[in-house]
């Protein structure tokens, strides 16, 4: 099992710094892919927490679609809920820790869950995330949602 430590962007709560994540090794990103990361929520401030689970609790496959189009690049469209508090699905991933070398990601939550025990602690979010593009390639987020976003 692999500690890492991850930074999420989002748009309208900044940055999350998360100190710990867990899997069997770190994931293997490439455009088009599907990624799945479980954060250790117990480690987060409550703010960073509610945060995250605002993302549980609006994010379902009926808020976006993803796809690869015929000419092999990733697209995304999203459809945020009324009545959540963020404005956007598109998130970079930042890897941390021992891993600060490794490449940034674009990425679209495309999925999200929140497990604990049964006395309410080792509280676990897990996201599944359709990876976009390297932030190397895409430095700003206006970039990437001209270039992956379809107007559908």
Request: net charge negative; proline share 3%.
């Amino acid at each position: 099992m692999t500690d890492i430590s991850w930074t999420i962007h989002t748009d309208t709560s900044g940055q999350i710094n998360v100190p710990g994540a867990v899997g069997g090794s770190y994931p293997s990103f490439g455009s088009g892919d599907i990624v799945r990361i479980t954060f250790l929520a117990d480690e987060i401030t409550d703010t960073e927490f509610e945060t995250l689970h605002e993302f549980v609790r609006y994010t379902n496959d009926g808020t976006s679609n993803t796809g690869i189009d015929i000419r092999g690049n990733p697209w995304y469209h999203e459809s945020i809920h009324p009545q959540s508090e963020f404005t956007s699905l598109l998130v970079r991933l930042e890897p941390g820790g021992s891993l600060y070398n490794i490449d940034s990601w674009w990425a679209i939550i495309t999925n999200a869950s929140l497990s604990t025990n049964t006395i309410g602690v080792n509280r676990q979010i897990e996201f599944e995330l359709f990876v976009l593009a390297e932030y190397d390639d895409y430095s700003d987020r206006k970039y990437i949602e001209a270039e992956f976003e379809a107007g559908l």
